[in-house]
Each structure stands twice: as C-alpha cells, then as structure tokens.
C-alpha cells in the first residue's frame, strides 16, 4: 500500500527486529533516551512540551567528541526550547526560559532544529482557513497561507531562513548530507542524528508524492504521501554514505518514537496486530519498527531479541571502547553482543513510564499497571475506568496481541515482576534527586 522502496532495501540488509521499543509511549522521552542510554523518568523529559535536558545529564554527543567526533542535529528536538526571546513553537520564548536547552548546548556542533512538531510539507506555512492541528492538502496557492509559527534554528542560535519550501523530509536532508560529506572528507568520524518529522502531524503531501495516493481520502493520501518522501530520503541518506566511501563501517538506525496517533481509525496509522496506540503501554504504542544496519559487523536477518532506544548509546560506547565519567545508572545494554553472536536473550528487563501507568516486559512476560482511575490510552470512551490498581500480566510470546490476561493465573509472577519494577522506580527516583542537584 505505502510505498517505502529504500526502507525496504535497508531492511533487507540490517539487523531487523521485531521485538524493538521506544523508550516511552510519546515522543519527547524516547529521543531523550537515545542520547542519554537512560529513561525518561531519569531525566525528566516525562511527556512531550515538559522538562528539558538538563545540565547534569550526559549527551551522545558529548561523549563521542572525546574521540573528536563531528556531532549535527537535524530536524526535531523536542528536548527543550531554542529560544529566550522569539515566541516559537510550543514553548519558545520568554514565557518558559528556565526549560532552555537547544542542542547545541548539549553537545552537537552543528544544528538545523525545530523545537517540535512543523507540517510536513511547507513546514514554516499553514492555511489561513485551518483550524486542525492532523495535515491538510498541499498549498498551491502560498497566498491563502499563514505562518506556523515553529522556526528552524542553526548551531548559533540564529533563525533559519532559506531554503524551507517543498518536502520536510528532504529540506532536513539537504542539512545532514552535507554535514556528513564534511565529515568523510576531512577523514573524521561523526555522529548525525537526523530526527525527521514525518508522518507526525500535521501530514502533508506535496503534489508529487500526494499524487501517487490520489485514489485514497485526504488523510490517507497526505500520511502515505509524506511516508513515502521520507524513505526517500532514507535512500538518500544511504546512498551517500556510500558515495563518500564510509557506508561500509557506518552504524545505520531507523526507528520511531511512540506508536501511531489516533484512536478507533481516527488516524490512518497502525500498529499492525498489537493493541493500543501512541500513549498507551500496550505493545501497540511502544513496539516499532526497528533497523540496525552496519555491513562491516551486522549480520542481515530478523531477531526476536528484546530491544529499545535506550541501548543505542551503550552500544556506542561498548564499540569505541568509551566509558561514562562516573557512575549514574544506565537503563539500556550494549547491543554489541547480539551483533557478535554471544546474546541471545536480554539479562535485565525493560521499564516503562507513562502519564502514571507503569509496565515491566521482559523476554516472555509483561506486567502493566493502572493507578486508581487510570484509564486505558486516550479514549476514555471505550474503557471502564479502574476504581482500584489493576496489574494485567501477559505473555508476549503466546499473546502478543495482549487479549488475555493472566495475571489471576500467576500470583507468583505477578508478584516478582512488581518487585522488579518497585526497585526500578525507587532507582530512578535517586537518580533524579543527584542529577536535579547538578542543574
């Protein structure tokens, strides 16, 4: 159905999973945890437009410049604002100063950012007429648009102001590949992150990718279209590292941050056969797709292994031999083992945190845990409200699809698994008070 040709050729010569997570079931804290190796509950980035990287933390980037690393950023942070002074975004400017924290002043040297979400197409306009924040069809006529109000901001803190028209996508990749032909050139070792917004609302097709889906309704042709011009710059991207000569001892990530948007087909999203979405801890909001393709030491194939964002940057460090300054606790592994054929299975399990709901997985079971008047994801109109803490167990193996739960039938699993995470939350509350002193 979405044509996706370059992710599909990546696919077919990394390391696939199907088993990968994002750290959390929204956006903010798992790109968090991408440059910190820790979870959100660490360091504070808990749901989108709150907290920020604070000064304590430790980034990716900063560590890999001991090695003399170039390090860029591109596309969206999310991680902070980027401005003290320009309202921007959703919490640039002088209102929320004390949540400053672009990336450059977490370590990247070089930097075409936004704060948060922009359209995905023409991301600087947005119709005069438009009152829904989901996508709309692509401007012909640039005089019916109004600004959007979110900016792109570069390394010195300084507006962005050419080349923003046509496809997200690719005017985030015009940034990136020239940042990395710098790098190849000058034989330096680097480090891109490249956090593109698509398909993020609001979903926005250009004319030429739009076209390609015209047989389907608004929604459908905007979210497929913008999919679509995003994996062309997938193959883009690889395609360069391959024509500077560095492809072959690259390590390559494609994931997504949360499960799709949207409830009961209010999105064209999906989650495949795992129930939930995007803000849910069922498998349907913190599963997603996930690629690691390095050709010089990943063998292509699919592994079951248990997966998340958090582990890429131990992976980094185990591979470059780098260790952390001190001793703040890590919640992701090296993955570095599983590349080499000596893991098999994950040794600790993975926590998860979201708007009060907690959940435990590990290689066959899962524990989630609804607080008193919890309710299941976003649609409080489908779901009984709980009048007292409900713990659900499920086997992942047997029931991926999380239909049935068995918690009634295992008191002694149910038991250790709440153990397990009582001390993981414990830790992550210790955590917080050391790095909230260093701030």
């Not at 504070?44 to 604070?54: D, E, I, K, Y």
């Amino acid at each position: 159905m979405i044509q996706t040709p370059h992710l599909g050729d990546m696919a077919e010569h990394a390391l696939r999973f199907t088993r990968f997570y994002a750290a959390s079931a929204g956006c903010s804290p798992t790109r968090g945890s991408v440059i910190t190796g820790r979870h959100p509950s660490r360091y504070g980035v808990l749901t989108a437009n709150s907290g920020h990287m604070l000064p304590g933390e430790l980034t990716l980037a900063e560590l890999l410049k001991q090695r003399a690393y170039a390090t860029g950023h591109f596309g969206k942070w999310h991680l902070g604002t980027l401005t003290k002074t320009v309202k921007d975004s959703n919490r640039g400017g002088g209102r929320n100063i004390e949540h400053y924290s672009p990336p450059w002043e977490n370590g990247f040297d070089v930097c075409f950012s936004t704060e948060a979400k922009v359209p995905t197409y023409d991301p600087l306009l947005k119709p005069k007429d438009s009152a829904r924040g989901k996508g709309w069809d692509f401007l012909a006529d640039k005089s019916q648009a109004i600004a959007y109000g979110t900016h792109y901001w570069n390394q010195r803190g300084e507006i962005v102001s050419d080349n923003l028209a046509g496809d997200d996508s690719r005017i985030i990749m015009d940034r990136a590949v020239p940042f990395i032909r710098s790098a190849a050139r000058k034989q330096q070792p680097f480090l891109a992150i490249v956090w593109l917004h698509a398909p993020h609302r609001p979903v926005v097709a250009g004319p030429e990718h739009a076209k390609r889906y015209a047989d389907y309704g608004s929604d459908q042709r905007n979210y497929y279209g913008c999919i679509t011009a995003l994996d062309e710059q997938i193959g883009r991207l690889r395609n360069t590292l391959r024509e500077v000569g560095v492809a072959e001892n690259t390590l390559v990530t494609f994931c997504s941050d949360n499960g799709p948007e949207g409830r009961n087909g209010a999105a064209p999203g999906s989650a495949g056969p795992y129930r939930g979405r995007k803000r849910d801890l069922f498998e349907g909001g913190i599963r997603v797709p996930g690629l690691i393709e390095w050709p010089a030491t990943i063998t292509p194939g699919t592994t079951a292994f248990s997966a998340v964002t958090s582990d890429y940057l131990p992976t980094i460090l185990d591979i470059l031999g780098l260790e952390l300054p001190d001793r703040r606790p890590l919640d992701g592994i090296s993955l570095l083992p599983l590349f080499n054929g000596t893991l098999a299975e994950r040794p600790d399990p993975i926590a998860f945190v979201f708007r009060g709901k907690l959940a435990l997985s590990d290689n066959r079971y899962k524990l989630v845990h609804y607080p008193s008047g919890m309710t299941e994801g976003n649609d409080k109109s489908s779901v009984v409200t709980q009048d007292k803490d409900t713990y659900l167990l499920f086997n992942l193996l047997d029931d991926p699809g999380e239909t049935t739960d068995i918690a009634g039938q295992h008191p002694e699993i149910v038991a250790r698994m709440r153990a397990t995470l009582d001390l993981w939350r414990s830790s992550c509350l210790a955590g917080n008070e050391r790095v909230e002193h260093n701030d």
